[in-house]
């Protein structure tokens, strides 16, 4: 048997009920609350407000089109206070992509700040001996430059906008003066431009290669000849074999480490003659490494058929 339970049913009195028109209240409220929040989100240029504005204009539009079960109006109210009141500030988007490598604040410099920075980077790259940390220093600082360059823009652009408001209502003489200087801001702003693309083109150079640090580099020539001497002084031939295997892993991972930095270095350098020199040594690496590796497979080979054989 099933036992069946009286179920009261009360009608919802609330006013959000009440229709105008084809919609009810309760529908006509989130869509047009909900287009005024997201917009106003959007409207604010932060990449965590970019998204949630757009969230709460498809919710409200899911609310007013959608089933009566899909979303209540009282959980996106709930969900809009909690993000006003609770959320973290955003990272403000602005027109180029800058990466984060370098970029050691998480709250945008004044220009002034920027200056220094890029002073004090300058001097640290012009004093730096070793090529590749110059070029990390040198990564540092373009990032830093394409920051002043978008911010000397934007404040550009702001002052032009305040001189076009000023224009309308002044007099022909007051005019004249406006146009001559809202000249001389496009010509600077357009020289701005003009740096920032150069600087943006020099950082994606960094996003296609590799730097190896010399450090690294040279603590593989030490293993290559400790272990070289070890096969030197070694006469057990299980040992020297073992010693043997391990010298020529090293030796492969030297030259693909050192291929990887010289070719880093000739992509990010703009002397023809160290280019030159790079492209020679080069050359001799791929070389090396190549009839390192084809001697490697030889051997592979050779144990295999020898393997092979004994079975």
Request: charged share 35%; net charge positive.
């Amino acid at each position: 048997m099933v036992r069946l339970r009286e179920v009261t049913i009360i009608k919802d009195p609330s006013l959000l009920n009440e229709k105008l028109g084809p919609f009810k209240i309760r529908k006509i409220l989130p869509l047009a609350i909900g287009g005024m929040l997201g917009y106003g989100m959007i409207k604010k240029g932060t990449v965590d407000d970019i998204i949630i504005g757009v969230i709460v204009i498809v919710a409200s539009l899911i609310i007013a089109f959608g089933p009566d079960r899909s979303l209540s109006f009282e959980n996106q109210l709930q969900a809009m206070i909690y993000y006003y009141t609770l959320k973290s500030k955003g990272v403000k988007v602005v027109g180029v992509k800058t990466s984060s490598v370098g970029d050691t604040s998480t709250t945008p410099l004044k220009p002034e700040e920027l200056e220094l920075k890029i002073s004090e980077l300058k001097q640290k790259m012009k004093e730096e001996k070793d090529i590749v940390k110059r070029m990390k220093i040198k990564r540092e600082l373009l990032d830093y430059e394409l920051q002043y360059y978008t911010s000397e823009i934007g404040s550009i652009e702001q002052r032009i906008q305040q001189l076009k408001v000023k224009m309308k209502g002044a007099d022909k003489v007051t005019r004249g003066k406006i146009s001559r200087k809202l000249k001389e801001l496009y010509k600077k702003r357009s020289e701005l431009y003009k740096m920032k693309n150069k600087t943006n083109a020099e950082l994606k150079k960094f996003e296609k290669v590799t730097l190896i640090e010399n450090e690294e580099i040279n603590e593989l020539k030490k293993k290559i000849e400790e272990l070289r001497s070890q096969i030197k002084s070694t006469t057990d031939k299980k040992k020297l074999k073992e010693l043997k295997g391990k010298y020529n892993n090293a030796l492969l991972e030297y030259y693909s480490k050192k291929i990887l930095q010289d070719e880093a270095l000739l992509k990010l350098s703009n002397d023809k003659m160290f280019k030159s020199k790079i492209n020679a040594e080069l050359k001799e690496l791929y070389r090396k490494k190549k009839e390192l590796e084809k001697k490697l497979k030889s051997k592979s080979g050779l144990l295999g058929l020898l393997v092979g054989g004994r079975r």
